[in-house]
């Protein structure tokens, strides 16, 4: 069996991955799922917070978090698609014409949900 030393993912990828999957999601938490240390965890989560990915929420002694699910891509070779839409692949749920989750699949944008979609200014 072939083991690589390397993923396609960075760790702020695989942090956003977690917050999506856990909106409550721990920084230790993180950092044991990700094998990284609390203080990298931490570092990372306030990156993606300064560049606007991620919103964090105080609920109680504990953070809760939001991910920006309209906000392009890091990449500057990409087509420019949503942070959104790359989560919703990476997690399995399956997103109808109106950018919402089918019924079935993981509720991963809403008020209540991980991940904030922008609503049209119509609604």
């Not at 989560?45 to 105080?58: M, R």
């Not at 809760?64 to 392009?72: N, V």
Request: hydrophobic content about 35%.
């Amino acid at each position: 069996m072939y083991v690589t030393s390397w993923g396609f993912l960075t760790n702020h990828g695989r942090v956003l991955l977690c917050i999506a999957r856990d909106p409550g999601v721990r920084l230790r938490d993180i950092a044991d799922r990700l094998g990284i240390t609390e203080r990298s965890a931490h570092g990372i989560v306030t990156d993606l917070t300064e560049a606007g990915y991620v919103v964090k929420h105080k609920d109680g002694r504990r953070n809760r978090y939001q991910i920006q699910a309209h906000m392009p891509l890091p990449e500057p070779a990409s087509q420019e698609p949503a942070i959104g839409e790359v989560l919703a692949l990476l997690t399995g749920a399956v997103l109808g014409s109106d950018g919402q989750p089918d019924d079935g699949t993981p509720r991963m944008f809403g008020p209540d949900a991980s991940i904030n979609r922008p609503q049209p200014a119509d609604q």
